[in-house]
């Protein structure tokens, strides 16, 4: 590789990086907190949430990464341009297609890193994090009994557990029940244990009393009552729905055009996720497109002095509506092939406005010439 792309590649590359980490802190941001409530209402430990939120990064990388190509390359030549770098390389008697090749092998990385983070390392970090978040929600023994803390699983429903051990056992019991706000029960107990069996969760508790009084009636006094063991039972606290289905972040390709016939939910939604797995091919194309926008248009400035920061705002411009054009596409194309068609179109219909341009402007003569 000759030393003129080494130069461009490694200021393409450094900029990707800024750009990438910039972008990623806010998407990041998003992301995490809407898990940052949930991890603390089930009592996630701060080891699981930090796995919980590296494991969305590569989903939010697929994301970004083809307009963080842009906007690194824009820069790179905005950059060449004011340095006046990009009219000695020509007038040194090198050729603009040749200035191109670096950027060529950007573009090319740069689809092989989509390639990686949206075919394979997005639908596997977010199917782990789905996984976890369900088992979270699930796991009421968690949820509910934490070391001297009190819990409200329910409006008038508190627990309380001074210490839970890790073969489960739970010591310090105390439930108090006041949904019936004119019948009061307070369960205690020396020790317990929380057992699921058939999606019915439940607390035996061991050595305690109960004790309720019926304020409805104020003759009645305090009564309480001993034991040796209990249940008590915490079914209606699980979530509504205890499926566990895959929605099409967290697929991978050959599930969302060819998901199992025994997925319920997927064959309740196979537009959707044909639709979503089109997009992720057609994207692929996106960042050697937006970098030949990029070029193009730059690049012709370097010969056309005049509107330098029109031509910015123009490129930015275009590839904002670029990027509009996609997301509409992707929610039309779940309601018609015809849309999705238009997928694959987009990156094409794009080339074919830069080749006008060229035309246009006769930058083919200066592509050609020494």
């Known amino acids: 590789m000759a030393s003129i792309d080494k130069y461009i590649i490694k200021k393409l590359i450094i900029s990707l990086g800024f750009v990438c980490l910039g972008m990623l802190s806010l998407a990041w941001l998003i992301q995490v907190l809407k898990m940052l409530d949930e991890a603390i209402i089930r009592g996630a430990d701060i080891l699981t949430f930090l796995k919980l939120t590296l494991s969305v990064i590569p989903n939010v990388l697929a994301q970004i990464l083809p307009l963080s190509v842009f906007i690194a390359t824009t820069f790179v030549l905005i950059n060449l341009a004011r340095e006046n770098e990009t009219i000695i390389l020509i007038t040194s008697g090198i050729k603009v297609n040749r200035i191109f090749r670096p950027f060529l092998y950007f573009g090319a990385l740069s689809t092989v890193l989509l390639i990686l983070f949206s075919l394979f390392l997005a639908p596997a970090g977010m199917r782990y994090a789905k996984h976890k978040m369900f088992q979270l929600k699930n796991d009421l023994s968690s949820t509910i009994i934490r070391d001297s803390l009190f819990s409200m699983p329910a409006r008038g429903l508190t627990v309380y557990a001074q210490r839970k051990d890790d073969d489960n056992s739970i010591y310090g019991i105390l439930v108090h029940d006041n ?83 025994d997925d319920i939910y997927a064959q309740n ?102």
């Open 179 to 261: 949904r019936n706000s004119s019948n009061p029960i307070t369960y205690t107990a020396k020790k317990g244990y929380f057992i699921n069996e058939n999606n019915s969760p439940k607390l035996i508790l061991i050595d305690g009393s109960i004790q309720h009084r019926d304020l409805s009636n104020p003759e009645t006094g305090l009564t309480i009552v001993t034991f040796e063991r209990n249940e008590y039972l915490f079914s209606e606290f699980l979530p509504e729905d205890m499926n566990f289905n895959l929605d099409s972040s967290q697929r991978f390709l050959h599930e969302l055009f060819n998901p199992k016939k």
């Open 269 to 370: 939604r196979l537009n959707v996720l044909w639709a979503v797995g089109h997009h992720k091919i057609s994207q692929l194309l996106h960042p050697i497109t937006l970098i030949l926008l990029s070029f193009v248009f730059l690049m012709s400035r370097t010969f056309e002095k005049n509107e330098k920061n029109n031509s910015v705002l123009y490129i930015i411009s275009l590839a904002f509506i670029f990027q509009l054009i996609d997301f509409f596409l992707l929610g039309l194309a779940q309601n018609s092939v015809l849309w999705v068609v238009m997928l694959y179109f987009l990156p094409l219909i794009s080339l074919v406005i830069v080749l006008s341009y060229l035309f246009k402007n006769n930058l083919i003569n200066l592509l050609r010439s020494n």
